[in-house]
């Protein structure tokens, strides 16, 4: 008959289509006669109204009214087929649903809308027909009692072996199919039992009488029986084999976790396993994969498939097995795989072309040999009953064979194993020749690496960074372009991008030189034009020095000269940013509204050039405004010559366009920073650019007002021991009582001095950042040094003592005068 909802489903349309209304009171009498009611039951109105409901229908049928009544009652209406009783006599199949009528006065009365299905073909069949249909049916079908014993099945059932339908009669599942899971039918049946809900489309995963080797899976569904009056009589189930199914979702669910599982590393050994331990157990029981002595080495192979007169050396890459130690294996991982001439690892070697063999000989020995000393096993010995073999090929090029076989499994391959087992070689392959080309680049690269990029950027909290490079050519044609963040004093952060010319190992070694450098100069903590004139004359000299011109042609030396390099320091305490620029392009900055502005920066003269002093611009960045750093690659075209308005054009769209109206200031970036990141350099450069690109982005953040405390101090002895007061209570307010000794200490020691030895106003700032900085400034232009005091001398030992006690302070010089700062560790604080 079809599902619950389907029978409602033509219920409705019986209702709505051709209903007849009829209303009665709480006990069944007729307050309501329609003229389409006297049409279809012949009776006028005078004849019913008044008259109790049963008088309208055949005696079977009104005699189950009281039961209809109360189902009514409890379930808010009723639908079904009753047997309607004409003036002349003539019993009429009718369709009758019974809802709830509202009513105004509050007394209950029910709507019954009555359809004649008389000429509805199938709602009337007789039993004949209807067992005609569930026994011929294709689908298997039985029924169980309330015990759960079999009492009826069709023939459609027996084709999963079990016996007949005789033979099932008075047994429970567990008796007719011991391989299935009976346990967790029979839950299932008593929930239906219980519940009266249906179950449907429960997928069983097991082993059938009529296949008793073969794993199959079925879908069951089961729905309760009940008798007139309601009562449960038991449980009929059907049954559909949906093994094709259950196998196509297996191998997919397999390639899934290849792709997952197979090549997350450059290393073929490793590759080659990861083959093995994907393909065991879901498509064989032994796998192995050997592979050329070529591969192994990164060497260049010839493309095409290998004659069968070329010498072939195999080595065992990779095996796994579905029982421990993988006893099948006659050659271990890294040994030589010595085939025997003509065998069919070999053929499908020489030919490129797979190979299946449904039923070894038990009696042939294994192709592979193992130690010369040893006899060479049968695969009975090995267990070993039916196998496949595909050649890894890649690109054009054979790379070696994985040879696939069933050992627990009873059942051999057949053509569709063969083509997952394909498809698996297939994408496996592809990682493997990528492993290979690695390899042979991998010296190469490695000496670069020492001169790269730095892999991880320090952490801090004035920006949150972000960083992409993509190189000219991935291996071969790193170049010299770089990109630096470096913390300094007074939680303030120096981000730093730069390029050197040419490509190769000698711009990466100059770009490491240059790198070097830049951080060495930026720990003096000096101006970005006082940076970058220091780092011209480093570069002009060292060009002098090793005899290369500024103008030399590429390939002339190891030299800097040329090189482009843009300083910015960022002072997350008021937002302030200082930047200078030597032959670089200026930094873009994306406002928190996401509009983009370009700083306007004098560029300067390339490093080493020579030329007039270095220009500096400073600006107030609002909090969530972001910095984006680049070299000149990401915006030059090789079709035509490099138009600054134009290409700053296509990076203004490119940094606007995921941003413009989506956040207000504070909020963190969206998408997140590095994907925002990659995704610019993915717009605007392709993936083998002519040139190498850096992108830096920095997302800006201010320090809260609770973490900055500051206070003018006038120039007098006596204030040094309010300010230690002053810091010990700004301490206690942050929690950070451990730290007061020292940081009173720090104060003491550093107002002190600045009192006795300089001049100008006096100020005192502490700031909670990732460590607790105390800083003191004053008008002063000389920088304080350590003394090394003898053991009679009164005094000198200030600074020396802040240096014991904190973990680094230092001196940086500013328009005013200096700052003289000390910071803690707030992870460590002394005990």
Known sequence: MGTQEEQDIARQ?????????????????????????????????????????????????????????????????????????????????????????????????????????????????????????????PVGIAIVDTTLRCVWSNAALEQFGGGSA??????????????????????????VLRTGEPVFGYELVGHVRAAPHRETAHMLSFARLDDEQGHPMGVYYTVVDVTERHRARQRLALLDRAGERIGRTLDVVRTAQELADVAVPECADFVSVDLLESVL????????????????????????????????????????????????????????????????DPLATAWAAGPADEQASTFLELGLHSVMIVPIRARGVTLGVTTFFRRRRQEPFDADDLSLAEDLVSRAAVCVDNARRYTRERDAALVLQRSLLPRRLPEQN??????????????????????????????????????????GIDAAAAMGRLRTAVRTLAALDLPPEEVLAHLDDLVARTAREEGVAPDAPEGAGIEVAGSGCVYVVYDPVD??????????????????????????????????????????????????????????????????????????????????????????????????????????????????????????????????????????????????????????????EWDLDDLAFTTELVVSEL???????????????????????????????????????????????????????????????????????????????PD
Request: with cysteine; charged share 25%; net charge negative.
């Open 13 to 137: 349309r019986f209702d709505v289509a051709d209903a007849v209304p009829l209303l009665l009171d709480a006990q069944g009498v007729v307050i309501s006669w329609t003229r389409d009611a006297q049409r279809l039951l012949q009776y006028t109105p005078a004849e019913v109204v008044g008259t109790r409901v049963t008088a309208l229908l055949a005696a079977e049928d009104a005699a189950r009214l009281p039961e209809l009544a109360e189902r009514c009652r409890d379930d808010d209406g009723w639908a079904g087929l009753l047997t309607a009783r004409r003036k002349s006599g003539q019993p009429l199949r009718v369709m009758v649903r019974v809802t709830p009528a509202a009513d105004p006065g509050g007394a209950t009365r029910w709507l019954a809308l009555i359809s004649d299905v008389a000429g509805a073909p199938g709602w009337d069949m007789s039993r004949p027909v209807l067992e005609q249909m569930v026994t011929g049916s």
């Open 166 to 191: 005789r033979d099932r009669l008075g047994r429970r599942m567990a008796e007719i199919q011991p391989g299935l899971n009976a346990e967790g039918i029979e839950d299932r049946m008593r929930h």
């Open 297 to 360: 080495r990164g060497a260049e192979l010839t493309p095409g498939p290998l004659s069968v007169s070329d010498r072939v050396p195999l080595r065992r890459a990779g095996h796994q097995s579905v029982n421990p130690g993988v006893p099948e294996a006659v050659v271990q991982i890294g040994e030589v795989a010595r085939y025997l001439s003509g065998s069919p690892p070999i053929r499908c070697l020489s030919m490129g072309s797979s190979w299946l063999e449904e039923r070894l």
């Open 462 to 503: 004035a920006v949150e960074v972000a960083a992409c490079y993509r190189p000219a050519d991935e291996l071969t044609g790193l170049g010299g372009d770089w990109y630096d963040l470096i913390p300094l004093s007074g939680a303030r952060v120096a981000l730093v991008v730069g390029e050197v010319p040419g490509h």
């Open 575 to 732: 937002g302030q940013c200082t930047m200078a620029a030597a032959g670089h392009p200026a930094p873009a900055v994306v406002l928190p509204d996401g509009t983009v502005t370009f700083v306007d920066l004098p560029q300067g003269s390339p490093l080493g050039a020579g030329g007039p002093p270095f220009e500096a611009v400073e600006l107030a960045l609002a909090e969530g405004s972001t910095l984006a750093l680049h070299t000149d690659g990401l915006l030059a075209r090789e079709d035509r010559d490099w138009a600054v308005d134009a290409d700053r054009e296509r990076l203004r769209q490119v940094l606007e366009s995921p941003t413009r109206g989506r956040r207000r200031a504070g909020e963190p970036p969206s998408p997140a920073l590095d994907l925002r990141c990659r995704a610019v350099v993915d717009a605007l450069v392709p993936a083998r650019p002519h040139d190498d690109v850096a992108l830096l982005m920095a997302h800006t953040r201010l320090l809260g007002v609770d973490q900055v405390a500051d206070w003018d101090l006038p120039a007098d002895p006596a204030i040094v021991a309010d300010a230690r007061k002053e810091a010990a209570r700004q301490l206690a």
């Open 751 to 829: 107002v002190t001095n600045a009192i006795r030895y300089a001049s100008g106003p006096i100020r005192l700032r502490l700031i909670r950042d990732a460590s607790l900085i105390c800083e003191v400034s004053d008008g002063g232009a000389t920088a304080p040094h350590l003394r090394h005091p003898r053991a009679t001398d009164e005094g000198g030992r200030g600074l020396l003592l802040v240096a014991q006690f904190t973990q680094r302070w230092g001196t940086r010089f500013v328009p005013e005068g200096k700052v003289i700062w000390a910071e803690q560790s707030l992870e460590d604080p």
